[in-house]
């Protein structure tokens, strides 16, 4: 299936999730996620989740870190839709989070993080493939954002469903995943 199949696809899929559901898969993820090496992680990327897209729950991913790593700087991105550029704005207790035009919560104010400073990006998707290369929301932010990381940075996408066996139109310019997290496994791809 192409990406344009697959996308619709699995936003369907996704409408079905019953809250119940979604709550006991949140939890699964997060617990999943809690066996993820986080020794070298200072700085993180993370987005709030939209609830019309019933997306995983990415506020218990924060606050563990938070948790576990007194000292974490955690960032959300801020999109451009006219030049679809996109960056990372560190938050704090005190940042005041809005709704953009498209319906996505992002920071309102804070200081701007160098992509190649982050050490953990946790990336939206709708679903991936066997290979990591994932199908977003098809506007392209994540894939350009990626070309300014670090290589050594860690790509981690969390998902309600098991990878696909494959994506047929990946193109040079998708960038895959290092992990995807679902509610019984973790994926790492090279």
Known sequence: ???????????????????????????????????????????????????????PNTHLISRYLEHMIPDVRIAYPVTNFETTEMKAVLTNEDTAFEANTFNIVEPEFGMELAADEIDLILVPMLICDRSGNRVGYGRGFYDRFFNSCSKTGTKIALSYYDPIDKIDDISAFDVPLNICITPQHIYEFQ
Do not use: C, G
């Open 1 to 55: 299936m192409n990406k344009k199949e697959i996308r619709t696809l699995f936003k369907e899929k996704r409408k079905t999730i019953s809250a119940k559901d979604k709550l006991i898969w949140d939890d699964l993820l997060l617990i999943q996620f809690q066996k993820i090496d986080l020794s070298n992680i200072h700085t993180v990327l993370t987005y709030w989740p939209m609830e019309n897209m019933n997306e």
